[in-house]
């Protein structure tokens, strides 16, 4: 499948031992990983990494020239400017379409559930169905569960397509956060409305003011946050039932040599859920036997794995640049993979072994892939099909080429907003009050949420894994979620024995005293609502701000690398939680939306962007977020001695901003054909 030499980099790739085997193992089968093809990209294009490049109508393609010397208008006039924020809010349109698109085939399910016309679905989170449907009025007095369920389903379908008012679910915000978003013009009205609008503002010739951009780029990303993904996370709850706390495992370990693996990689727990049932039949599990295999192994990747982990603790294969290596193990019979974050890579290297890839979404077919579509309705015999497929593999399965690193760790998921108020407050005083008065008396510093995905062009996991155990060491309580929550998870972070071993005294004290990991696993990338809905919680119980913008707590997407994750960043800046990336937005060609993104969204939300490529200065801009805010609250210092101190506590967040010039430094060379080379220095 490699037609030409191998490039080899000295730079690391991985800080996984069972990647860096696999990743050993690809250079002998030759076969190519996205490091290697991260490489033939060299060097990448100048233009596009400062979002300099405009593509928006057919006279163009335009481009801006960086140094200032050039040409600094596209052919309508459109200035630096224009483009990036245009170009900004068109990559959060699309990450607020992904997560909202499978919201919809969620709330899809919820109605065929409630109607019967499923033969795998049922209504499993009762509590949470009957809270929902109080919370939107719908009437739930001696009234059956499906009839409830049917009207929530139908009340939250309205909600993409919904025409006038704002979405519903904006009221669970503090009210400074609906007051920013009144004043700013940011208040999320339908959710297709929004990314409709946010498309239509970018088109040639349509809005061309880079603030009034940015805070419609707001508006869309507040529709994802407290819209499709807050209402997928509620209605998978509601299908698939609450998560609550439970022991897996993480890491290639986990596939095991004498049983049909199946691994399941992508989003949607529509199917991957009922791909757990399937995997349980026990007519299939004797099928399985019958063709020499011990038994049906199923796990995951990315978060349609992080899904199925919180609810059934079906283990981790990897988060997302496992998804090329778990295939290099050479024994997992099948793939399934559905939406967002799944290389079309993957076609060409099952060629190399017996794996069946199979794709499943209406919305995403791979080319040389085998594609079973997936239907609601029977849901359940097209897993039983998919099931039986893998089985049929195994007798395939060529021993030589199988190779399974022997990493594995222990991990606890399956937190949750609500889960927060048992594990804190106990069954009988349900309550966020010992998480309050933990960060009051400062015995915990603050509470930090790291997310997001893996990008090769960082070592995998190793942003994650330091700015993690910089935050807990000083103890600042980390929630996570996506690819960041099974990478700490590979490297015993969701462990409760990591308390002892990695956090500051104050977070060991509360994670002995509650029996928790310093570091909270709460699900997948549209879970990340989970993390506004305890902030709200922790709004709601007082002591700590009355508002999102004043609690100590701040965000991180280290490793991130998809529009999604750009969404997601936006909507929690725009709720007041400031965040830190580790490679830039590409928006360094324009120093207005840089310096409107990190300094001028803080007099619209309270909060702003930042972009610090170093894990321990990012967590430390983090802890200076946390600080500054405990000062203006006037709680105490931390408790116990901690090992960063900042100098400038009480100083505003934004102390310096990368010049342009910088960027371009770390630029290179752009190449195309017209592209100019910067003289070194
Ligand atoms: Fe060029 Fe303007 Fe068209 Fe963009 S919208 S491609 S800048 S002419
Ligand atoms: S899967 S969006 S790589 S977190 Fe949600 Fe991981 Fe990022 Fe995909």
């Given at each position: 499948m490699i037609d030409r030499p191998r490039k080899v980099s000295g730079q690391v790739r991985s800080i996984d031992p069972a990647a860096l085997e696999m990743i050993a193992r690809a250079e002998q089968i030759g076969a190519k990983t996205p490091w290697d093809r991260l490489e033939e990209q060299q060097p990448q294009c100048g233009f596009g990494t400062l979002g300099l490049c405009c593509r928006n109508c057919f006279m163009g393609p335009c481009r801006i020239d960086p140094f200032g010397e050039g040409v600094q208008e596209g052919i309508c006039g459109a200035n630096a400017d224009i483009i990036i924020a245009r170009n900004l809010v068109r990559h959060i349109c699309t990450g607020t379409s992904a997560h909202s698109d499978h919201a919809r085939d969620v709330v899809h399910a919820l109605r065929l559930a409630a109607e019967g016309k499923s033969d795998a679905y049922s209504i499993r989170g009762k509590r949470k169905l009957l809270r929902l449907a109080e919370e939107y009025g719908i009437p739930v007095d001696h009234r059956p569960l499906n009839e409830i369920a049917k009207d929530l389903a139908d009340f939250l379908l309205a909600e993409f397509g919904k025409q006038e008012g704002y979405l519903m679910n904006v009221a669970r915000a503090p009210e400074q956060q609906r007051k920013n978003w009144e004043r700013a013009g940011s208040t999320p009205r339908g959710v297709d409305r929004e990314v409709v609008t946010g498309l239509h503002m970018t088109h040639m010739g349509s809005d061309n003011e880079a603030e009034h951009l940015l805070l419609a780029a707001a508006r869309v990303a507040l529709a994802d946050g407290w819209g499709g993904s807050m209402i997928a996370t509620d209605v998978s709850d509601i299908l698939f039932g609450e998560p609550s706390p439970l022991r897996s495992r993480a890491n290639l370990g986990v596939i095991r040599p004498d049983e049909v693996n199946i691994v399941v990689h992508g989003h949607?727990?529509?199917?991957s859920d009922v791909v757990v049932a399937a995997a349980q039949d026990p007519e299939l599990i004797e099928y399985a036997r019958q063709k020499g295999a011990k038994g049906i192994n199923l796990a995951g990747i990315c978060c349609t794995a992080n899904e199925i982990l919180m609810r059934h603790?079906?283990?981790?294969?990897?988060?997302?640049?496992?998804q090329e290596l778990a295939m290099m193990t050479g024994a997992v019979e099948l793939m399934l993979v559905d939406i967002?974050?799944?290389?079309?890579?993957l076609a060409e290297l099952q060629k190399c072994f017996h794996t069946k890839v199979v794709a499943t979404s209406l919305k995403a077919k791979f080319p040389g892939v085998t594609h079973i579509e997936f239907h609601e309705e029977n849901a359940l015999e097209i897993a039983k099909r998919i099931v039986r497929l893998a089985i049929d593999n195994f007798?395939?399965?060529d021993p030589n080429l199988v190779n399974i690193p022997r990493y594995q760790q222990g991990l606890i998921a399956g937190f949750t907003t609500e889960v927060v108020y048992q594990i804190l407050g106990g069954r009988y005083r349900p309550s966020y009050r010992p998480l309050n008065d933990g960060i009051q008396s400062g015995r915990l510093r603050g509470v930090a949420g790291v997310v997001g995905c893996n990008n090769?062009?960082?070592?995998?996991?190793a942003s994650h894994l330091t700015m993690v155990r910089e935050l807990i060491a000083n103890d600042v309580l980390v929630v996570q979620t996506g690819c960041g929550a099974i990478a700490c998870g590979k490297a015993g972070l969701l462990a409760p024995e990591a308390a002892k071993q990695y956090a500051g005294k104050g977070l060991q004290e509360i994670c002995e005293a509650v029996g928790i990991p310093p570091v909270l696993h709460l699900g997948s990338?549209?879970?990340?609502?989970r993390i506004l809905t305890a902030c709200a919680a922790m709004v709601a119980e007082g002591g700590i701000g009355d508002s999102f913008d004043k609690l100590p707590v701040a965000g991180a997407a280290p490793e991130w690398m998809s529009e999604k994750a750009i969404a997601i960043g936006m909507y929690f800046v725009a709720s007041g939680i400031s965040v830190v990336i580790g490679q830039p937005l590409p928006v360094k060609g324009s120093k207005f939306v840089v310096d409107m993104l990190t300094r001028g969204l803080e007099k619209h939300f309270g909060a702003t962007w930042w972009f610090e490529p170093d894990p321990i200065k990012a967590a430390h801009w983090m802890i200076d977020c946390i600080d500054r805010k405990r000062v203006a609250l006037g709680l105490p210092p931390p408790m116990y001695p901690v090992p960063y101190q900042p100098k400038t506590v009480g100083e505003p967040i934004v102390t310096h901003v990368a010049a342009v010039g910088e960027a371009l430094a770390a630029v290179g060379t752009c190449p195309g054909p017209n592209a100019r080379t910067p003289e070194p220095d």
């Open positions: 949607e727990p529509t199917l603790g079906v283990p981790i294969a990897g988060n997302f640049l496992h967002q974050c799944v290389f079309p890579a007798p395939n399965r090769p062009k960082f070592p995998q996991d990338c549209v879970d990340n609502t």
